[in-house]
T-cell receptor, first 114, second 114 residues
Framework: GENVEQHPSTLSVQEGDSAVIKCTYS??????FPWYKQELGKRPQLIID?????GEKKDQRIAVTLNKTAKHFSLHITETQPEDSAVYFC?????????????FGGGTRVLVKP | DTEVTQTPKHLVMGMTNKKSLKCEQH?????MYWYKQKAKKPPELMFV???????INESVPSRFSPECPNSSLLNLHLHALQPEDSALYLC?????????????FGEGSRLTVL
């Protein structure tokens, strides 16, 4: 089955700096790569996603890049703010299954220091 | 309505009890999921229902019994659980077609097994 590795496990940045989280996946059949943000005691919420036919996607301060050849994808957060502090999970999904069977990475705990 | 509602929010049960977790969505999604999340870990897929039929069972012990009575409801019946089953149980829903996009998560039911 699919295996998703995520690094780093913790990330501390100064407010206004950029944060980068990297993930690798094992199954070349994966074609959907979402990123979820989970605040303490809250539900995971989708912040951005990318499909395998796209190399980069941006939404305001958040961007995701995908390298299918290397089987890795990254989340970039620019101009970080204290409210960006949370745990971020990458995930990968293999097409062909009914619905969306997501395999999550181990998570990155991001702390933005004011 | 883009919400997935889970009840109860908290549940404490003994190892001999029988209890149920409930999940409801009114987004017209025909794929529904149960995930288990331990502290500081990513969500782990347990079950997927597609068009009210069980499509994926990730080798979950039989003390967890899912049920999808209609397209809006998903239950997880619990019986003879172990203390290590204590976790946050997340319900999610999505469109059901192959390679569907975003999973919408509920806030979860936090289960403690004594």
């Amino acid at each position: 089955g699919e295996n998703v590795e995520q690094h780093p496990s913790t990330l501390s940045v100064q407010e206004g700096d950029s944060a980068v989280i990297k993930c690798t996946y094992s199954d070349s059949a994966s074609n959907y790569f979402p990123w979820y943000k989970q605040e303490l005691g809250k539900r995971p919420q989708l912040i951005i996603d990318i499909r395998s036919n796209v190399g980069e996607k941006k939404d305001q301060r958040i961007a995701v890049t995908l390298n299918k050849t290397a089987k890795h994808f990254s989340l970039h957060i620019t101009e970080t703010q204290p409210e960006d502090s949370a745990v971020y999970f990458c995930a990968a999904s293999i097409g062909g299954a009914a619905g969306n069977k997501l395999t999550f990475g181990g998570g990155t705990r991001v702390l933005v220091k004011p | 309505d883009t919400e997935v509602t889970q009840t109860p929010k908290h549940l404490v049960m003994g190892m001999t009890n029988k209890k149920s977790l409930k999940c409801e969505q009114h987004m017209g999604h025909r794929a529904m999921y149960w995930y288990k999340q331990k502290a500081k870990k990513p969500p782990e897929l347990m079950f997927v229902y597609s068009y009210e039929k069980l499509s994926i069972n990730e080798s979950v012990p039989s003390r967890f019994s899912p049920e999808c009575p209609n397209s809006s409801l998903l239950n997880l019946h619990l019986h003879a659980l172990q203390p290590e089953d204590s976790a946050l149980y997340l319900c999610a829903s999505s469109q059901a077609q192959t390679g569907a996009g975003e999973l919408f998560f509920g806030e979860g039911s936090r289960l403690t097994v004594l």
